[in-house]
């Protein structure tokens, strides 16, 4: 699937559309879900065009993985969730439910979050 530049991640990293930002460095940008699942749900979205999990694990290099992968952690630090625990997801294609097609990583927390998975 190759990358569309309209879909709605890459306009907020376009700034043409706003978002409830709370990290931004060289490799990621965090920002609030804007239909929050937890008491704390922030997706982390690279800065570079990829499409998926899949997309990024292809084809992004080692730096921006390892830039990306140390933002989601440091936001999950700085949102205070290191300490009583978080979940991450990151939806990929179809039967994963992904619906935006920019890579997200799903940060939830402020609260025991029970199963893994709805049955
Ligand atoms: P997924 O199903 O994994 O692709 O998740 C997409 C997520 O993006 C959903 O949780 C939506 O609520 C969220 N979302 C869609 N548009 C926006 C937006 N403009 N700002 C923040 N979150 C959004």
């Given at each position: 699937m190759s990358y569309d530049t309209n879909n709605v991640f890459a306009k907020i990293l376009r700034g043409e559309i706003p978002c409830d930002k709370v990290f931004e460095d060289d490799w990621a940008l965090a920002f609030r879900d804007?239909?929050?699942?937890?008491?704390v749900h922030v997706l982390v979205i690279p800065?570079?065009?990829?499409?998926?999990l899949d997309d990024f694990t292809a084809k992004a290099s080692d730096a921006e993985i390892a830039g990306f992968y140390r933002a989601v952690g440091k936001v999950a630090r700085e949102l205070n969730l290191d300490t009583p625990g978080y979940r991450t997801l990151a939806n990929t294609g179809d039967h994963g439910g992904q619906e935006v097609p920019h890579l997200h990583v799903h940060l939830f927390g402020g609260k025991p979050l029970g199963p893994m998975l709805a049955r």
């Open positions: 804007i239909a929050p699942q937890a008491p800065k570079g065009d990829y499409v998926s």
